[in-house]
């Protein structure tokens, strides 16, 4: 289930020669490719279909410097790196001379994270640079929690995808802007609370009309099923209505939950973090198995809660 170390090698060796890799991490599946090569980078955002001011993330062992990658490591930085990485915890500084000006969608900042996951933190290791990661999807869809995932979205476009079995956070990390205020730009892998705990501070909130994050558009993260978001109590009464439609009709719901006959059940958890594991799996059964119209709640927005609901919010739009 998990990359071999030649297979490892063979990675860092074509990551050197520019090319690009589908490479596990904890939080999702993502499209690495040399940090501080032009060329190397805009490979990924020709095989992802992304636009070229939409930035990505630049993934670093732990431990490694952040400079020059960044220009000034802030105390608040310091501070959240020390308690949270390696982790789901993407922040944005000031950019520094290293990171390739493609990466960064040329804007003055970039954004970094150590990631938590053995197979990521082995070819970082080796690779002794910056690999430029956005999730393995292509734009505007699902982002992908396992190698089978990656491949089946990416087919030959990425030749080499190491497998780093399931993605345990199973949705992407938080990203917290450090530039000015702490601000949120985009919940994830760690709750907002923990930062905030850290800081010893709350974080502000990206501005509506924010558009500096792409994971901020109000339509990403969406099976080619619609999702439909009602009240927890209105979820089967829904899905039977659609199913007497005559649509195939899924619905997303906890373990307990009693579901018609002719309505496709998917399972989900209790437990926020459990949610999160499973979301983006879930969301990909519905289509594998036809599902026109897939019917949900929110979970209460605390905690891991608040990154599940803003990723059905924008499956939903
Ligand atoms: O968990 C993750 O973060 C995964 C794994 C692969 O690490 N990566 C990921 O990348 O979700 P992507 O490209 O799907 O999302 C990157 C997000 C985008 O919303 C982008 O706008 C934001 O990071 N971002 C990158 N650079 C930024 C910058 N300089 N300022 C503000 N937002 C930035
Ligand atoms: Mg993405």
Same mark, same amino acid.
């Given at each position: 289930?998990? &990359?071999?170390?030649?297979?490892?090698?063979?990675? %860092?060796?074509?990551?050197?020669?520019?090319?690009?890799?589908?490479?596990?991490?904890?939080? /999702?599946?993502?499209?690495?490719?040399?940090?501080?090569?032009?060329?190397? *980078?805009?490979?990924?955002?020709?095989?992802?279909?992304?636009?070229?001011?939409?930035?990505?993330?630049?993934?670093?062992?732990?431990?490694?410097?952040?400079? !020059?990658?960044? &220009?000034? *490591?802030?105390?608040?930085? #310091?501070? +959240?790196?020390?308690?949270?990485?390696?982790?789901?915890? =993407?922040?944005?500084?000031?950019?520094?001379?290293?990171?390739?000006?493609?990466?960064?969608?040329?804007?003055?900042? $970039?954004? %970094?994270?150590?990631?938590?996951?053995?197979?990521?933190?082995?070819?970082?290791?080796?690779?002794?640079?910056?690999?430029?990661?956005?999730?393995?999807?292509?734009?505007?869809? /699902?982002? @992908? =929690?396992?190698?089978?995932?990656?491949?089946?979205?990416?087919?030959?476009?990425?030749?080499?995808?190491?497998?780093?079995?399931?993605?345990?956070?199973?949705?992407?990390?938080?990203?917290?802007?450090? $530039? #000015?205020?702490? =601000?949120?730009?985009?919940?994830?892998?760690?709750?907002?609370?923990?930062?905030?705990?850290?800081?010893?501070?709350?974080? &502000?909130?990206?501005?509506?009309?924010?558009?500096?994050?792409?994971?901020?558009?109000?339509?990403?993260?969406? @099976?080619?099923?619609?999702?439909?978001?009602? #009240? !927890?109590?209105?979820? %089967?009464?829904?899905?039977? $209505?659609?199913?007497?439609?005559?649509?195939?009709?899924?619905? +997303? $719901?906890?373990?307990?939950?009693?579901? !018609?006959?002719? %309505?496709?059940?998917?399972? =989900?958890?209790?437990? !926020?973090?459990?949610?999160?594991?499973?979301?983006?799996?879930?969301?990909?059964?519905?289509?594998?198995?036809?599902?026109?119209?897939?019917?949900?709640? +929110?979970?209460?927005?605390?905690?891991?809660?608040?990154?599940?609901?803003?990723? +059905?919010?924008?499956?939903?739009?």
């Amino acid at each position: 289930m998990s &990359a071999t170390d030649h297979e490892i090698d063979e990675a %860092v060796t074509a990551l050197r020669r520019g090319e690009v890799i589908g490479l596990p991490t904890e939080t /999702v599946y993502g499209l690495a490719a040399d940090a501080s090569s032009d060329e190397a *980078v805009g490979r990924i955002y020709r095989i992802k279909g992304r636009p070229a001011d939409h930035p990505l993330i630049v993934h670093l062992a732990q431990g490694a410097s952040l400079e !020059p990658w960044v &220009a000034e *490591v802030p105390a608040t930085a #310091a501070r +959240l790196g020390a308690r949270l990485w390696p982790g789901p915890l =993407t922040v944005v500084l000031r950019a520094g001379p290293h990171v390739s000006s493609v990466a960064t969608g040329r804007r003055p900042t $970039v954004a %970094v994270r150590v990631p938590d996951h053995p197979v990521a933190a082995a070819v970082l290791e080796r690779f002794q640079g910056g690999l430029a990661a956005p999730s393995a999807n292509r734009f505007g869809r /699902v982002s @992908p =929690t396992t190698a089978a995932d990656v491949r089946s979205e990416l087919g030959d476009d990425v030749p080499i995808v190491l497998d780093g079995g399931p993605s345990d956070v199973g949705l992407e990390s938080t990203i917290v802007s450090l $530039v #000015a205020e702490p =601000t949120l730009l985009r919940p994830g892998g760690v709750p907002a609370e923990v930062i905030e705990e850290v800081l010893g501070a709350p974080l &502000a909130a990206a501005a509506p009309t924010d558009r500096s994050a792409p994971g901020t558009l109000p339509s990403h993260y969406s @099976p080619s099923a619609d999702v439909v978001l009602v #009240a !927890p109590d209105q979820v %089967v009464d829904r899905a039977r $209505v659609e199913a007497q439609a005559g649509r195939r009709a899924a619905v +997303l $719901v906890g373990p307990d939950v009693r579901v !018609p006959r002719g %309505v496709l059940a998917l399972r =989900t958890h209790d437990d !926020p973090a459990d949610q999160a594991r499973v979301l983006y799996r879930r969301l990909r059964d519905a289509d594998d198995l036809g599902a026109e119209v897939l019917i949900t709640s +929110l979970p209460e927005e605390v905690g891991l809660g608040r990154a599940v609901a803003d990723r +059905l919010r924008r499956a939903a739009h």
